[in-house]
Structures are given as structure tokens and as C-alpha cells.
């Protein structure tokens, strides 16, 4: 896992760093400060997987995640997104504003929203923070592997 497309132009990353438990599990510590105000939160999740070179595979979602908080009525991908961050972030689980302040996170994703049957390979997981002119104001890649006995790094 690492922070990607850094610097930002509204946000300050004051640390991204990838740490790894004695038994394997890997997580990104990210302390990120969002000096502006927002209303409009694009989220958006691409998975990749690489034959030669990375290249989209089965996943491909975007939602706006202000409107999903205040509205509560979700389709089935919104609640997949909504699920994750709610589970693995629950102190930012919450509607808009957001903003004005420095969020800092010990980030895992839980394995329970990873397909069980996958093909063996390598993957990576595009995740996309963007405001209303699709500015990014935080990314990250994750990159795995899938082998015979399951999910590997």
C-alpha cells in the first residue's frame, strides 16, 4: 500500500507509511490535513490485474459520499463503499461537511470484502479521494497477490 499522485493541491499528507504485523497483515498509517471545507466527496474504487501490465479487472465504482451519508438510500455498490468505510474507518462515518481538520487513520481492509474465489495473480487496488472539480485530494494503490492457498501480501 502507498500514498500515490503526491503533492496534493488543497490537502498535507504529513505521513504515509506501510506497516506490516508479525503475522503478515499489512496496513497504511495515514495522517492527512484538509485545511478547506467540503461538501462533495467523490469516492472511487478500480482493481486491476496484471497479465503482462496492470489492467482493469471486475471492479470499477465511483460514488458521491456526501449524498450516500445524508440520503441513506443506497444501491449495491454505494453500500459496498459505505460498508468499508464504516467498518474500517467508523470515526469518519458521518455526513458532510468534512473537512478543516486532520484525519489520521490506521487503514486495513477487511478481508471480508474481498471476493473469496479469485483467479491466481497480481492485483491492485486504485482508491481515489476527489472533490467536485475532480481535483484529488488523497489516493492510494494497494497491490496483492492471489495464489493456490489464498491472498498473499
Not at 12 to 28: S, W
Not at 121 to 133: C, V
Request: charged share 15%; glycine share 6%; with cysteine.
Amino acid at each position: 500500500m502507498l500514498c500515490v499522485r503526491t503533492p496534493y493541491k488543497y490537502t498535507i499528507v504529513n505521513h504515509c507509511t506501510m506497516e506490516q504485523f508479525p503475522n503478515g497483515t499489512v496496513g497504511l498509517h495515514i495522517s492527512v490535513h484538509i485545511p478547506v471545507v467540503m461538501n462533495y466527496i467523490e469516492i472511487s474504487a478500480k482493481a486491476y490485474y496484471k497479465y503482462t501490465t496492470y489492467r482493469p479487472f471486475m471492479i470499477d465504482w465511483s460514488i458521491e459520499y456526501c449524498r450516500a451519508a445524508r440520503v441513506g438510500n443506497f444501491n449495491p455498490t454505494t453500500a459496498v463503499v459505505m460498508k468499508v468505510v464504516e467498518e474500517s474507518m467508523p470515526d469518519f462515518y458521518y455526513p458532510c461537511p468534512h473537512g478543516n481538520r486532520t484525519y489520521t487513520v490506521f487503514w486495513l481492509l477487511p478481508a471480508k470484502f474481498i471476493p473469496e474465489s479469485m483467479p491466481s495473480g497480481d492485483y491492485r487496488l486504485d482508491i481515489y479521494y476527489r472533490d467536485s472539480a475532480n481535483t484529488i485530494f488523497f489516493a492510494l494503490e494497494m497491490y496483492g497477490a492471489v495464489r493456490k492457498q489464498g491472498i498473499i501480501g
